[in-house]
């Protein structure tokens, strides 16, 4: 199958599914968001994902020193949820049409529509995806539920 698989979690008691490389990325840039205690920190974290580099650059008409505490609370965005991506309305937009009809839209008052699938459905999700070229796998290492930013809910 020559497009990139796709890994397959639960989180929120909602399956999340998420191209392999965008998972990575947005677990990295989660795992730098919560670890970081300096702007230094951050950016050093973060210096070879050039699409967060800029994503962050959009938020900023100037980035902090690098020597000054980090809080993620001070990237526009990110308290209202609207910055880094949020994996479950992202997948509206990563997943074939077969595969989001396993699902069901959720919409939500402040960050727009979601797409909800029942844990359940592992399977399904899999076999769909395949019919559609891709492949599906289960994600043993918890890289999912990193990007859906969990750090944050505990």
Request: negative net charge.
């Amino acid at each position: 199958m020559p497009n990139e698989p796709f890994l397959i979690d639960s989180f929120n008691h909602s399956l999340v599914v998420i191209p392999r490389g965008e998972a990575n990325r947005l677990a990295a840039l989660n795992e730098a968001l919560e670890n970081s205690s300096t702007w230094g920190e951050f950016l050093d974290a973060i210096s070879g994902d050039p699409v967060t580099l800029d994503e962050l650059g959009d938020r900023f008409d100037e980035l902090p020193a690098r020597e000054l505490p980090f809080d993620p609370d001070d990237i526009y965005g990110f308290a209202d949820g609207d910055w880094p991506a949020w994996p479950m309305a992202k997948m509206l937009e990563w997943l074939p049409v077969s595969v989001q009809r396993l699902g069901s839209l959720q919409r939500t008052a402040l960050n727009g529509d979601a797409l909800e699938i029942d844990e359940d459905l592992v399977d399904e999700v899999i076999a769909a995806l395949a019919a559609e070229g891709f492949e599906g796998l289960e994600d043993p290492d918890s890289i999912v539920v990193t990007a859906c930013g969990a750090w944050r809910y505990a």
